[in-house]
């Protein structure tokens, strides 16, 4: 049994709405290092099991791939509260994994929340032309 989710553009929506705390491992069936992080990633999984787990086949799903700019294979997402905290591509070992995990688990998201407000804010005053 796995407890890893597939995640699809039919789900993917309703998954990270109906749950907090989701990761989502971005990956392919002909990529090696994927499939190298396969197993920590289950690994993960199975220590986690409070947590959503996902995997999206950038080759079966590129709509999502290209939704999220994805570049490269695998990539590591964690979304929280439906704000993604956390992008890296590349295979993380086991304990960088683990200590990703236990990051994002601390985050408050009301200061997450806070400092996009206010990055959103400035970007706006900043980047608008005065009489534009």
């Known amino acids: 049994m796995t407890s890893t989710v597939e995640l699809t553009k039919e789900n993917f929506d309703q998954t ?3 749950n907090a705390f989701v990761l989502i491992d971005f990956w392919a069936s002909w990529c090696g290092p994927c499939r190298q992080f396969a197993p ?3 690994k993960a999984a199975e220590s986690n099991p409070d947590l959503v787990f996902g995997k999206i086949d950038t080759e079966a799903q590129p709509e999502l ?3 999220f700019n994805i ?3 695998p990539t590591l997402m964690i979304v929280r509260d439906q704000v993604a905290v956390f992008a890296q591509p590349g ?3 086991e304990s960088a994994l683990v200590d990703v995990i236990g990051q994002a688990r601390n985050l408050d998201m009301d200061e997450v929340r806070k400092s996009i407000a206010e990055a959103e804010a400035a970007q706006q005053a900043g980047g608008a032309e005065p009489g534009a």
Do not use: H
């Open 16 to 18: 990270v709405t109906d």
């Open 40 to 42: 920590v990633y289950e």
């Open 65 to 67: 791939a290209q939704a």
């Open 71 to 73: 570049q490269s294979i």
């Open 91 to 93: 295979a993380l070992p």
